[in-house]
């Protein structure tokens, strides 16, 4: 199992330039998230997604934008990339049961990509 | 909304000894989890213990311990025996055990420096 993998590593964007953050889970997990972490803070919530083509917002979902059309893939998009865009991006996934939502609780992070805008 | 409160944004301790790291969070669910993770410089976040609300037993996973107040709504966690391979940031994170709510929240960290 590779778990969660992320690409890029790095990447350095210009002011008004778009990317996409890839993630993708081997673990058959149903839940998903994308999370920035700032400088010397912890994680913010993006975007999540219960499983494929169900995506909802977080606590920071301005200048993003997600889809899931495969359990194991979920793409996060940055249109129009800004200075407060910098930051370093982490994708989770986790399992829930459907009908309660419970599982273990954990979620699994991948490596993170770190994304500089000048 | 819940928020998650680590009031030391630094702390030391000697190889072999003992610390304890703090964390506070305020919610009026009954029903939730919390976890404490570990991220070294190579950035990847590392579950280090959980603990699930209804269960008053402390999480302990060999020399990771929690102290887990309810009432307190405390849930600090307890590195024995320390070693250099523990120095990192430690995150205190929060998550409802609502089936709809999947929002974690973090804390600000927590730099643990271990020194030899």
């Known amino acids: 199992n590779a778990g969660v993998t992320q690409t890029p590593k790095f990447r350095i964007l210009k002011i008004g330039q778009s990317m996409t953050l890839q993630c993708t889970q081997d673990m058959n997990h149903n839940y998903m998230y994308w999370y920035r972490q700032d400088p010397g803070m912890g994680l913010k919530l993006i975007y999540y997604?219960?499983?494929?083509?169900?995506?909802d917002k977080g606590e920071v979902p301005n200048g993003y934008n997600v889809s899931r059309s495969t359990t194991e893939d979920f793409p996060l998009r940055l249109e129009l990339a800004a200075p407060s865009q910098t930051s370093v991006y982490f994708c989770?996934?986790?399992?829930?049961?459907?009908?309660?939502?419970?599982?273990?609780?954990?979620?699994?992070f991948g490596p993170g990509t770190r994304l500089t805008v000048l | 909304a819940q928020t998650v409160t680590q009031s030391q944004p630094e702390m030391s301790v000697q190889e072999a000894e003992t610390v304890t790291l703090s964390c506070t969070y305020d919610?009026?669910?009954?029903?939730?989890?919390l976890f404490w993770y570990k991220q070294p410089p190579s950035r990847q976040m590392i579950l280090v213990i959980r603990?699930?609300?209804?269960?008053?037993q402390n999480a302990t996973e060999n020399r990771f311990s929690v102290n887990f107040q309810k009432a307190a709504k405390s849930f600090s966690l307890k590195i024995s025996d320390s070693q250099l391979g523990d120095a990192a940031m430690y995150f205190c994170?929060?998550?409802?055990?609502?089936?709809?709510?999947?929002?974690?929240?973090f804390g600000a960290g927590t730099r643990l420096t271990v020194k030899p």
């Open positions: 994170a929060y998550r409802s055990g609502l089936y709809n709510n999947n929002d974690m929240r």
């Open positions: 603990q699930e609300a209804y269960k008053q």
């Open positions: 919610t009026s669910e009954s029903d939730y989890y």
């Open positions: 989770a996934s986790s399992y829930s049961k459907v009908t309660s939502g419970r599982g273990t609780g954990e979620q699994f």
């Open positions: 997604s219960v499983g494929a083509g169900i995506t």
